[in-house]
């Protein structure tokens, strides 16, 4: 029995987790969230790890605030560096495997092809940078951390561009959404599902060395607004969307232009299946 540390346990991805964790008889889930466990807290890391010897952790939590980041940097740092750095000693210490989630922000959107690991990155925001920070805090300290970027993440519950269209189409008889944003929606229950066959292969192979930073998202590429349109068809509603540019909708923080994630690398290593965006939303949302 694998003991699995999950930090985050009470957002998107940690509950997403959550609900796969009974189809995994070979894995004992350990959940912990800021109240159970203070990540940003290096004596109560350490701690955590010494008393429960998880033999893998999946560090979901972040600090996600893009906006707020910009006049919270030290907040940012704290929670997406330097809580990392601490997991990572932690695991390095304990023989365990981090699997650490990051983002398509370490970008500076100006690419017109799919993203790979190997292109150079360039942030344009604090939560972009402090996440860059985190996964150099990973791999130069442990090379056999894995480092999962991923993108424009949602689920059934939790704060997420999808429940904020459906909830901003019953208010209003009319939205304006951006459109000159390109990149690919992440159904949390699909990255979780990912990330448990990633630790299933770890395990299998124990000899073989699959640190790095790999790339996962749904498949396809689409707009914010296309997205929102998409929302409103499946979920059978009848709100006008229009479609706006970036500098109509202007924000504290800078959205990338284009954060569409090269899957390729991810799906040849551990045999992944990719669902398509648009499958994964309906199945969001009908479900």
């Known amino acids: 029995m694998k003991k699995i540390l999950v930090t985050g346990a009470n957002g998107q991805l940690g509950k997403s987790l959550r609900g796969l964790a009974s189809q995994y008889a070979g894995f004992e889930f350990l959940f912990a969230d800021r109240e159970t466990l203070d990540i940003a807290d290096q004596d109560a890391v350490n701690r955590y790890f010494a008393e429960h010897q998880p033999d893998a952790c999946i560090n979901c939590a972040a600090y996600t605030a893009v906006d707020k980041a910009e006049s919270d940097e030290d907040n940012a740092f704290a929670q997406n560096f330097l809580a990392v750095l601490y997991l990572s000693e932690a695991c390095l210490q304990h023989n365990s495997q981090l699997l650490h989630i990051s983002t398509d922000y370490v970008f500076d959107g100006a690419n017109n092809r799919p993203y790979r690991e190997t292109d150079e990155t360039g942030p344009r925001t604090v939560y972009g940078s402090s996440k860059l920070k985190g996964e150099a805090a990973a791999l130069d300290l442990n090379p ?78 689409t707009s914010w607004f296309d997205f929102a349109v998409a929302i409103r068809d499946i979920s059978g509603a009848s709100c006008n969307i229009s479609p706006v540019t970036s500098e109509q909708y202007p924000a504290p923080a800078p959205r990338p232009a284009y954060s569409v994630l090269n899957k390729e690398k991810i799906r040849t290593t551990f045999g992944l299946e990719i669902p398509y965006w648009r499958d994964s939303l309906e199945e969001c949302l009908k479900s």
């Open 144 to 221: 056999k951390s894995i480092v999962v970027r991923t993108s424009w993440v949602y689920a059934k519950e939790g704060v997420n561009f999808v429940n904020k269209i459906k909830q901003l189409m019953q208010d209003k008889p009319a939205l304006t959404v951006v459109v000159d944003q390109t990149g690919t929606p992440t159904y949390a229950p699909d990255l979780a599902a990912a990330l448990l066959s990633i630790l299933t292969k770890v395990f299998e192979a124990p000899g073989t060395d699959f640190g790095g930073v790999y790339h996962y998202s749904n498949q396809g590429v």
